[in-house]
């Protein structure tokens, strides 16, 4: 971060790319260096943010807030190790158009199948709208039916047009109520709305039944601004998830299998503490940001000591 910093504080800086939350953190260590108080006033030709690897949407305010200008441009990419994906190739819609002619041959698999003795994938011309699936990938670099470990949802076919739905691995179903990254996504983005929140990291998990005890999700989130009231960013979050998720809404139901979800706001830099003691700084490593178990909200807790 340093070199970069002294590198680029002169240069005419007109675009950046990256995944959004290690950008957020080399852009604000180039701001308190510098003692600015937002990149215009450093780079003021800057028109364009191109990420990927992460959802952008718990970044986008804090984006909008260090970049303060209508005439910035933010475009998505989904590309990877194994192969260039999609592009966002219309600023209008948050979809991004399927790349199928960069040496790749898809294949997408059911979700609801993934797990099933005789799961059947289906190739780009059978692909029906609005069903999640997960990607299958055979490549001219020597991958044969890898599958990536996200899901899409299909937005259009003609052209075909799809957003990123969330992980194959990543997702919350101790107790039935299957969900996914794209319905903590929309949950966290409207409590945020409603509290005058900003969300800087995120993970969540369950809370097992004991005999006398029901079921919870639990969630540590890093606030970059804090809610007004952390007891209504909860309300909102959970009646959020309620209206977007009916199997999440059955379980809540009277309490009968779901309690009310438990948040800790835990200090600036309990995330970046993680990933410095697992050795995994740096912008290929991601927070599993929803999870089956409960060895991440764990560890986060211990390392904030406690402190929510």
């Known amino acids: 971060m340093e070199k970069i910093t002294r590198h680029t504080l002169k240069e005419n800086v007109t675009s950046i790319a990256g995944v959004p939350s290690w950008n957020l953190v ?6 308190n260096f510098t003692g600015k108080n937002n990149l215009l006033e450093i780079w003021p030709n800057l028109e364009l943010f191109t990420h990927g690897g992460v959802s952008f949407e718990p970044y986008r305010e804090q984006f909008k807030k260090i970049i303060p200008s209508e005439s910035m441009h933010y475009m998505e990419t989904y590309n990877a190790s194994e192969g ?12 991004m158009l399927l790349m ?8 997408f698999l059911p979700v609801e199948e993934i797990n099933s003795p005789g799961p059947v994938a289906v190739t780009v011309d059978e692909v029906e709208l609005n069903r999640n699936y997960a990607m299958i990938i055979t490549t001219n670099g ?14 259009s076919l003609r052209p075909h047009k799809f957003r990123i739905s969330g992980r194959t691995r990543y997702y919350i179903n101790a107790f039935g109520e299957e969900v ?6 929309k949950a966290l983005m409207t409590a945020c709305r409603h509290t005058g929140a900003a969300i800087r990291e995120y993970t969540a998990g369950p ?7 029901q079921g919870a999700h639990e969630w540590v989130i890093e606030f970059e601004t804090p809610p007004d009231d952390l007891e209504r960013f909860t309300d909102v979050l959970d009646k959020t998830l309620c209206s977007i998720n009916s199997d999440y809404e059955a379980k809540r139901f009277r ?3 779901l309690d009310k979800p438990k948040v800790h706001s835990v200090p600036e830099g309990t995330f970046y503490k993680w990933f410095q003691g697992k050795g995994k700084l740096g912008g290929q490593n991601k927070m599993p940001r929803l999870s089956n178990e409960r060895k991440y909200i764990e560890s986060l807790l211990d390392i904030a000591g406690g402190k929510s």
Do not use: C, P
């Open 26 to 31: 080399l852009l604000k260590h180039i701001l």
């Open 84 to 95: 260039f994906f999609g592009i966002q190739d219309d600023l209008s819609t948050n979809d």
């Open 100 to 107: 199928l002619d960069y040496g790749i041959f898809y294949e």
């Open 142 to 155: 020597g991958l044969w039916r890898y599958m990536i470990g996200d899901t899409i949802v299909f937005t």
């Open 180 to 185: 996914i990254l794209e319905n903590a996504e």
């Open 207 to 213: 809370v097992f039944m004991t005999d006398n005890k």
């Open 255 to 257: 309490n009968i299998t």
